[in-house]
Nanobody, 116 residues
């Protein structure tokens, strides 16, 4: 059974930082492209950052220079370090594991709220 479990969300003030983690089980983690996506209320889910099995990273323009994605294949985890958060970062953040069209999995999400 595949499980992706996100953690680390919460309430943070504008300008603050949070570190999200996603623990994967039931997959051969090292071969999967991993990603973080977010969905704000009333909006479509959007890509935040991805990291390939070879550790190549890709970021949405809106988070470049502020967010960093990383992976630890020994621990089957992917993390998202979020710095200089703005209220526009308020959303549910989802972890995604992607290998093929028939091997794509999502976590249940973790809420991030950026507010003073």
């Amino acid at each position: 059974q595949v499980q992706l479990v996100e953690s680390g969300g919460g309430l943070v003030q504008p300008g603050g930082s949070l570190r999200l983690s996603c623990a994967a089980s039931g997959i051969l983690f090292s071969i999967y492209r991993m990603g973080w996506y977010r969905q704000a209320t009333g909006k479509q889910r959007e890509l935040v950052a991805t990291i390939t099995s070879g550790a190549r990273t890709n970021y949405a323009d809106s988070v470049k220079g502020r967010f960093a994605i990383s992976r630890d294949n020994a621990r089957n985890t992917v993390c998202l370090q979020m710095n200089s958060l703005t209220p526009e970062g308020t959303a549910v953040y989802y972890c995604k594991a992607d290998y093929s069209t028939s091997a794509t999995y999502w976590g249940q999400g973790t809420q991030v709220t950026v507010s003073s």
